[in-house]
């Protein structure tokens, strides 16, 4: 089977979608089979655990076609085969995936504490980098959160992986003695005077930053967001 990467980055399968799509639960994982090309072929899906693989048979003499998957295979007939095979994967995606741009732990717990402290879900809002998120306040409509995947060195932090980073509104006179730059920094892209950023690979737990995350719901509501 060939190993979806590109086409499912940063997304992550929701298991009760994939079931009602179709997808049927076998020991190594959800598995999703179609005719393509008039019967000519079956597409066959794997989802295992966060991993994606796809395979292509011919249904008359049981071998794997692969030419879609070959970049430089040109010509009428790999471009039919192209087309279905990515029309169906588009839909899979659509359907049964959700993003999963932010993977630490501490992130999933903020994005779940959301949902089920407010009913709020993450908003996409760009699909260009830097990879962003933002959490809005259901009445003032203005965002109380903000998650972005930066390069650390954009922090002035010695580094030079990516990390997961949390902007938050904060009253500006506790600014200062919020801000260690270790964990919390001046805000990144926001206004230094009534955000913060916090670096979410340094977090541990949910109880370091609570408080911050209700006060920012807080502040955004009825007020004009700086």
Not at 81 to 89: A, C, K, N
Not at 175 to 203: C, E, G, Q, R
């Amino acid at each position: 089977m060939y190993k979806e990467t590109e086409f499912f980055k940063d997304k992550k399968a929701d298991t009760q979608k994939l079931v009602s799509f179709g997808f049927f639960r076998k020991e190594q994982g959800y598995i999703y089979q179609q005719p393509i090309l008039d019967g000519m072929f079956v597409l066959c899906v794997l989802v295992s655990g966060d991993r994606v693989f796809t395979s292509i048979t011919d249904t008359q003499s049981k071998m794997e076609y692969r030419l879609h998957n070959v970049h430089s295979a040109n010509g009428k007939f790999v471009g039919k085969v192209r087309i279905e095979y990515e029309q169906i994967l588009t839909n899979i995606r659509d359907k049964c995936f959700v993003s999963h741009v932010f993977k630490t732990q501490i992130a999933a717990d903020v994005i779940k504490f959301a949902f089920e402290r407010f009913g709020d879900q993450l908003e996409f809002l760009w699909n260009r980098p830097p990879a962003a998120a933002v959490l809005r306040h259901k009445v003032s409509r203005k965002w109380y959160a903000i998650f972005m995947k930066i390069p650390a060195q954009r922090l002035g932090v010695n580094d030079e992986s990516y990390i997961e980073i949390l902007n938050l509104k904060v009253k500006p006179e506790n600014i200062a003695k919020t801000v260690d730059k270790i964990k919390f920094f001046p805000a990144y892209h926001m206004n230094k005077s009534h955000w913060i950023t916090i670096n979410l690979n340094k977090i541990d737990h949910m109880s370091e930053i609570m408080q911050l995350i209700l006060e920012s719901y807080s502040l955004v509501y009825g007020h004009n967001s700086c």
